[in-house]
């Protein structure tokens, strides 16, 4: 018979997930967007203001969204309603809209921290000539997340970059306008995956189908 014995020179490890949620970040809902645009607000948070409503618009992945510079966004001395980045993880560049709502915030951190042309949008308050950390933005979202009672375990940046291309596909089914949106270069099927759409679209179909 063989007996399994634990060899102290080769401790076992635990799993890197261990105690953490795996999976897709779920996007928040169109009110759930409203109350931290609220809560922020009411808190005169600027900075906050200003960089969750960029996150919604332009739908970047944390890394790119952390390193815009003014110019990056402006045009004509002001900010453009449309602007297009580089993707780090791509290479290929991508474009995004600027609602009013979020130049207008835009606007009023600018004019608050008085941000050059070449400017870092959200410079880290630690190393002022740096950019914000990922890590710092991350914390972030969950503290946003959290002032209106949602689970900061659950929620996560990609919660944010799915936002308005879920409420878009659901209002739209257009996949391939997702994918130009979310800069994904490879097949549809990566953004159906990134979506999570088609279990939702096979649930509503049978919800709709009456035998």
């Not at 950390?133 to 944010?160: C, D, N």
């Not at 257009?174 to 088609?198: D, F, K, M």
Request: glycine letters at 6%.
């Amino acid at each position: 018979m063989l007996y399994l014995t634990h060899n102290p020179a080769h401790p076992t490890r635990d799993p890197w997930n261990k105690g953490k949620l795996v999976g897709q970040r779920p996007p928040l809902k169109r009110q759930e967007v409203w109350s931290i645009r609220e809560r922020l607000h009411l808190a005169d948070k600027i900075r906050d203001l200003a960089l969750f409503n960029l996150a919604i618009d332009s739908k970047l992945r944390s890394c790119d969204l952390m390193k815009l510079r003014l110019r990056d966004i402006s045009a004509g001395g002001g900010i453009a309603k449309r602007a297009m980045v580089m993707q780090q993880k791509t290479g290929q560049p991508v474009q995004f809209e600027i609602t009013e709502q979020t130049r207008e915030s835009l606007r009023n951190w600018i004019h608050e921290k008085g941000i050059r042309l070449d400017g870092y949008l959200f410079a880290s308050r630690v190393r002022p000539s740096y950019h914000l950390f990922t890590r710092q933005y991350s914390r972030l979202v969950k503290a946003w997340v959290s002032m209106i009672g949602l689970e900061p375990a659950i929620y996560g940046t990609h919660s944010l970059r799915r936002t308005k291309v879920t409420l878009i596909y659901k209002r739209t089914k257009n996949l391939r306008a997702i994918q130009l949106l979310l800069g994904h270069t490879a097949s549809l099927e990566s953004t159906v995956r990134y979506l999570g759409v088609e279990v939702d679209d096979a649930l509503e179909m049978a919800e709709q189908t009456e035998v």
